[in-house]
């Protein structure tokens, strides 16, 4: 049976004569290699593999902060193509209420679904988010944990953190709430106590990092025991065809590294969660061909006959829990 290369076998590149996709980074696919051969340092080749990853999500992100508004570069459409980004949100779930109020440029348009909504937060909670870009998802969550709650954003690219940070004095002036913060970190090695979050939201984040199971252990360890996760993301019904994951030089962003919705529910699994559910949102997928997105049609020239980007690709909702326990918890995350 013929292997399809894991995320971790990606080689990262800049194209110099193919125009960029999206304003983004261009991800271009390898052949297999072997990843565990180790360096005189200790330093193993899946190590730099990584690293390579994750340096160019980093600066792929640096320039959709410094774009402004949207991550193609413009003042009006979203990397979905033609749509806004209060129009995509609006469409994946955020009321107006939502978005009412929030700071200039705080929305991107870089979501995939609504963590806020199926976290259902509650007063006083505090709360993670992963990958926070401009604040977004944090704002959102800040109003609904109110002045006694805590809203804490990690993001790894300083660009994104200065952005959310300027956005987060915006949000107090409006709001009054002097109740969320932002941090630079990796969301594998995240700047967070233990035991010390209710809740861990995330929008469409985990799946470009290149260790995924290292995030699900860092989410179980921030966890108080009982807290639970709330994240939307994409995921792989079934892996992609052979003539994309080796042919297109245009896996961008959260489709390049997209698990299996399988893989994703045994890495929660195995990291400690439980009460797992994962739910399939296709019309995320299936909306974008109204957008004329640029990614959405590259796959769409490479698929098999008579089949469609949703039948690879889903927006895939995960709720999950940490087991409660009798263990004394710090309280400051």
Known sequence: MRRTPDVSEYSIRKSADQPPISGLFE??????????????NGTTMND????????EVRKGYAQIAAAGSTCCGTTGPSCCGTVAPDNLAQQIGY????????????????????????AALQEG?????????????VFIAGRKVGPAGRVIGVDMTPEMVSKARHNAELYRMRTGFDNVEFRLGEIEHLPVADATVDVVISNCVINLSPDKPQVWR????????GGRVAVSD???????????VENVAAMIGCIAGAALVSETERMAREAGLVDIVLTRRSEYVEKM?????????QIVAH???GTKPGDFITSLEITARKPASHRCCPSTP
């Open 303 to 305: 698929l098999p006959p």
């Open 95 to 118: 009321s107006t209420d939502d978005l009412a109020g929030l700071p200039d440029g705080a929305n991107m348009g870089l979501s995939c679904g609504n963590p806020n909504a199926l």
């Open 48 to 55: 730099l593999n990584k690293q390579v990853i994750r340096d």
């Open 234 to 244: 994409l995921a792989l019904v079934r892996p992609l065809p052979p003539a994309i």
């Open 218 to 225: 860092e989410i179980a360890r921030v966890l108080k025991p």
């Open 125 to 137: 909670e505090i709360v993670l988010d992963l990958g926070s870009g401009g604040g977004f998802d």
């Open 289 to 297: 061909a109204d957008w004329q997105d640029s990614l959405y049609k």
């Open 27 to 40: 991800i271009i696919v390898s052949r297999p290699r072997p990843m565990n051969r180790t360096m005189d």
